[in-house]
């Protein structure tokens, strides 16, 4: 009997709010995490449990790092990014449609700030996976693939 080959999931919420008359995505930046840590991530971002959906795990992330509080029906699927690379994972994206409460750093360990951006002006030190990725998902786009050849491109891609 053979094997099957097991990936990772991972959940990003893109939580948008109009302030001023410019879109604004929340965003964290990591700390003591060993992946990417000091730049700019998706406030919520997190893995996916076993028996989980994802639309529940973005849910419970979002509430875990950031105090707000969502429904799984307010997290609408944008975008799935399949990232191959050790291990492989599969990134869903959900807009946060609606929320409660008002964001702050939950988990201090994890993260040393937490700030609105407009969407025009991402950090330049944001994850460059995630920036690629929602400039895709922007432009509606539903499905993306990235391979890494390299340890060191996962800075660049």
Known sequence: MSQHFKTLSAV???VLRERG???EVLLLRRANTGYMDGKWDFAGSGHVEEGETAARAVCRELL???GLMAKPEDAVFLHVSHRIKEPTYYDFYFQIKAWAGEPSIREPEKCSGMEWFPVEELPE???????????LLRTGMRYSEIVYQTPEEEEFL
């Open 12 to 14: 990003l919420p893109v």
């Open 21 to 23: 008359g410019r879109e």
């Open 64 to 66: 875990v790092e950031t």
């Open 125 to 135: 030190d944001m994850i460059p996976n995630r920036r690629r990725t929602f400039m």
